[in-house]
């Protein structure tokens, strides 16, 4: 493990040999990195939250699979796609609800299944190559949707989001926080209200450090707090990240987000979804189907080594929740913003080269 504070946000970074993420548990109490050198360790990381954010976790997974790679090149051809297929299986297992996940994974497998019957060697270094290339990707599709949302924003907006899609929540740059950051960069005055975001406190920890690490104004508030808010004129658009988005447009984001959306159509603000193609799902039809995740009753009983509430009591911690299309103003991509989204337009833009 190493500790030190970096200048901007480097969520995952390879280094001499090893993946290194920062641990997002501990943040902003604590800026360190975390040292990862298999697919095991990687999806374990993955699943207590070093590392989270779709996109993040996209990353997380295909450096896995390198990881796994590298541990495997000097055994057999026939014993290295079983370690391949061990690692496609325990990564994929590590959290359900973020489609970049199985995305990513996808990827790396239909390039080693390219290079099949290449030396275990060549196999290594290709897969290697591609998870560079998916972590670099990444920061490309964030800055092309953040210019996309940007012109969405007028300037002095003041933008309420919820959760963490940010830096941290990528490889770099953010998506809803890339919409933010990219907006200011163009000269705008954007100022944030970010919520908390129960129970994990992604908006507390993470977005506010962000923004505060970038001079960009935030303020932050309790997930209750925003209806009243909006009921006093002072928010003029929301923007959120997603986890998935079906076929219909109906989007899986963190727990909470639903009532921000409900929340913004009575107060007629409009509500951007900022999400990267890779996070749209058309084998889904809408949002009944896709897989919620449901984690520990602890998350929500209290937080690290503290708890309030009492022993015994029964608890549901659902981490995430879908918006219905309906509600999404539009979806914003790298390859622009689909307004009011539904299952032909995003048939169309997926179509589009
Ligand atoms: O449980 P998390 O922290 O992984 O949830 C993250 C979110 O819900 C984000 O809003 C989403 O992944 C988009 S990140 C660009």
Redo the contacts with the bound molecule.
Sequence with gaps: MTTSQASSVETLRWCEGHLEMID?RVLPARFQYLRYDSAQSVAQGIRE?VV??????GCAAAYGVALEALRHRKVSAADFAVAMERSFEVLAAS?P??V?LSWALGRMRRRRESLASQPVAAQVDALLTEAHEIRAEDIRVNRALGEHGAALLTDGARVLT?????AL??AGH???LGVIRSAVAAGKRISVIADETRP?L?GARLTAWEMLQERIPVTLITDNMAGFMMSRGEVDAVV????RVAANGDVA??IG?YMVAVLAQRHRIPFYV??PIS?IDMSIADGAAIPI?ERSQREVTGFGDCQWAADGVSVRNP??DVTPAELVTALITERGAVHQPNRERLAALLARA
Excluded: L, W, Y
Aim: net charge positive; with cysteine; glycine share 10%.
């Design positions: 997002q939250m989270r954010g779709a996109p993040a976790i959290r609800t973020a970049n919820h959760c963490n899609a940010g929540a990528t953010g998506t809803a994990f992604q959120v990240g997603a986890d984001n963190k987000t900022a999400s996070t995740e981490a995430f």
